[in-house]
């Protein structure tokens, strides 16, 4: 059969339209004239037979097979366009700063970050030391009412013995008091005999057993009044106390009277109602004690606690302690002071007061009192940063954020989303560590002022994204050290400015909670208050600690000599503690001399009115001792 030849030149758009329309296409490569030759040929009557023909027509998976398709995706997504009113930045984009009046060293800032004037006038004067520091942020006004409550509730409370059951309804081996009537045929109280009566040194020394225990065995079992080798005895905490003194108080332990207590169907209900009371004086007097700084950070602490007696217990897999009540803690960037505390309640407590990111941050920033000064740097996680929050921060208070965001794949963008695509796997290895891109959107405020937010995605082992109104403009690049697959030092990887800036401030409340956690006072117990104290004292303690580490380093402090010994990077903190146990137990000894006359040890029962007998005098000059 002979090859037939083709009557028409070649087979592109400007010969076929030729070919048909016996004339030349004029404007070529124009979308309009090139869209119109494409229909004429489409509907020509010598193209129509060719329609049902297979071998006339190709898929576009013959010529592009779905493995390039994919791949070709994948490098597009590194490089998509951002939506508008966002602009990329380039290397020579122009800057931006807020103006003079929101800058923290400007006429609306506020003041160097350490020790409050309030502090201070405590600390600098003749004859203050630790105890003093101590009772300064939790105060004694706490300790009488503690001794109030705990008296009350182990030997006045009207309580009788009933059956108890658990969730299953199955009865329990042990059953437990309720409070009754004063008429009930079978009131008690939960201590029949006055064997130990709570004073306010018999609470402080309590305390300082706790503190100096956390700085030798954190969170292990007390064995200081047992013999070795089963034990560890000590003998200045065995004459400060006897080991049976001591479990009373762990036992009957009490912040609030029982018979203030409201049914949760009350709107006045309070959760917290049996240490809202010491919460809030103690918060109030660390916020008192020190001076925050222009960066400030947010972040979720927990606190150990898997019983069933509150409802808000939660479930955080990402978090070292996994269950147990949640705090919403604001601290000092620097630092890691805290400055604020919020316990998370549960939806079912929270209806009456918004729990969504922007109005737990306002809340913590309002009640530590930092919203005077302008021009502070807030650093937060993917939870809390969103576009609505730069917004409110810079517009409601002159503050700037700077967070991570997490990046999502939905195509539809608005002003409110971020420019940049979350990549996907392939997509992130089609670019190398230490790529990144920036944008940037510019807003009107609604007293028309103007500022900027930016976004910078970077790749790292995984995609970050940090949403920032601090830092606007283009990185000037520097290198971070990254481990690398198959290579056995760390190499260099570029890394946008912003990144530098949070890794330095982000983790305040995880130093707080790390530091805690290495020198706890908390003791075993099911009770959720007393998890809580705990939780608060070890904040406290640690607070002390940088009060006295700034302290030190002030030439006016009188006791700077003494303190500097608490800087050392490697003993300091652990020593610190251990004398703020000693100076606490001291304190009990001299308070109860002070108040009767008298040197109270062990318990109430120890009344020795002669402090010169040979047994106590034998107690007191190894107490001392050990003490020096």
């Not at 758009?13 to 229909?39: E, F, I, P, R």
């Not at 049996?274 to 927990?302: C, F, H, P, Q």
């Not at 150990?304 to 604001?330: C, D, E, N, T, W």
């Not at 608490?566 to 009990?588: M, P, W």
Request: glycine share 4%.
């Amino acid at each position: 059969m002979a090859k037939t030849t083709p009557r028409i030149e070649s087979y592109e758009l400007g010969s076929v339209w030729t070919y048909l329309k016996k004339t030349n296409l004029n404007g070529a490569h124009n979308s309009l004239v090139d869209a119109k030759a494409q229909t004429d040929i489409v509907i020509s009557s010598q193209f129509m037979p060719y329609l049902e023909r297979k071998r006339s027509y190709r898929s576009i998976s013959n010529i592009w097979s779905a493995t390039e398709q994919s791949e070709m995706k994948k490098k597009l997504e590194s490089i998509r366009e951002v939506h508008e009113p966002w602009t990329e930045l380039e290397p020579d984009s122009n800057t931006w700063t807020p103006p003079r009046r929101n800058q923290y060293d400007g006429p609306n800032g506020g003041g160097v970050r350490g020790p409050s004037t309030y502090i201070t006038n405590i600390m600098y004067r003749q004859g203050a030391t630790l105890a003093t520091l101590f009772l300064a942020l939790f105060p004694l006004t706490i300790f009488e009412r503690i001794v109030k409550h705990t008296n009350f509730y182990a030997y006045k409370e009207n309580v009788k013995l009933v059956d108890a059951f658990d969730r299953d309804g199955k009865l329990k081996k042990k059953r437990q008091f309720v409070s009754c009537d004063e008429n009930d045929p079978e009131r008690r109280t939960r201590v029949p005999m006055k064997i130990f009566e709570a004073t306010v040194g018999y609470v402080i020394a309590w305390f300082g057993i706790l503190i100096w225990h956390g700085a030798q065995c954190p969170g292990r079992k007390l064995k200081y009044w047992k013999k070795s080798p089963r034990g560890l005895p000590q003998a200045f905490i065995q004459n400060t106390m006897s080991f049976k003194a001591f479990e009373f108080l762990r036992r009957y332990i009490h912040f609030e009277d029982n018979r203030n207590a409201k049914p949760k169907t009350n709107p006045l209900f309070d959760p917290l109602w049996k240490i809202r009371w010491a919460l809030d004086s103690v918060s109030n007097n660390i916020r008192k004690a020190y001076n925050a700084g222009k960066d400030v950070t947010i972040d979720e602490s927990m606190i150990r606690y898997r019983g069933r007696a509150v409802s808000f217990v939660q479930y955080m897999p990402k978090k070292p302690i996994k269950h147990g009540i949640k705090v919403f803690a604001l601290c000092c960037a620097v630092t890691a002071y805290l400055l604020g505390f919020e316990v998370y309640l549960g939806k079912e407590f929270t209806r009456s007061v918004e729990s969504t990111a922007i109005n737990v941050v306002e809340r913590l920033i309002v009640e530590a009192d930092l919203v005077k000064a302008k021009g502070r740097t807030l650093y937060t996680d993917n939870w809390y940063t969103s576009m609505d929050l730069a917004k409110h921060l810079y517009e409601n208070h002159g503050w700037t954020l700077v967070g991570t965001i997490t990046p999502t794949d939905k195509k539809a963008r608005s002003d409110h989303d971020v420019p940049f695509l979350k990549l996907s796997n392939g997509g992130l290895k089609a670019v190398p560590r230490g790529w990144y891109r920036e944008a940037i959107i510019e807003i009107k405020s609604a007293n028309n002022n103007r500022y900027c937010i930016q976004c910078t995605t970077w790749r790292d082992k995984k995609q970050v994204m940090f949403l920032h109104t601090k830092l606007v403009g283009p990185s000037v690049a520097h290198q971070v050290k990254r481990h690398v697959k198959g290579k056995q030092q760390r190499v260099d990887l570029s890394a946008p400015s912003i990144q530098k800036e949070y890794a330095a401030n982000f983790n305040a409340v995880d130093r707080n909670d790390s530091d805690s956690a290495h020198h706890t006072c908390s003791i075993r117990t099911n009770r959720w208050y007393l998890r809580i104290k705990f939780w608060l004292l070890d904040r406290v303690v640690f607070s002390c600690y940088i009060l006295v580490c700034e302290m030190a380093q002030d030439e006016a402090c009188p006791y700077k000599d003494d303190w500097k010994k608490y800087l050392d990077k490697n003993e300091g903190r652990e020593n610190f503690q251990i004398d703020l146990g000693l100076a606490l137990i001291s304190y009990r000894i001299e308070v109860n001399r002070s108040r009767d006359g008298c040197v109270k040890l062990s318990s109430s029962r120890v009344n020795v009115k002669s402090a010169s007998s040979v047994s106590l005098g034998k107690q007191m000059e190894s107490f001392m001792i050990v003490l020096k």
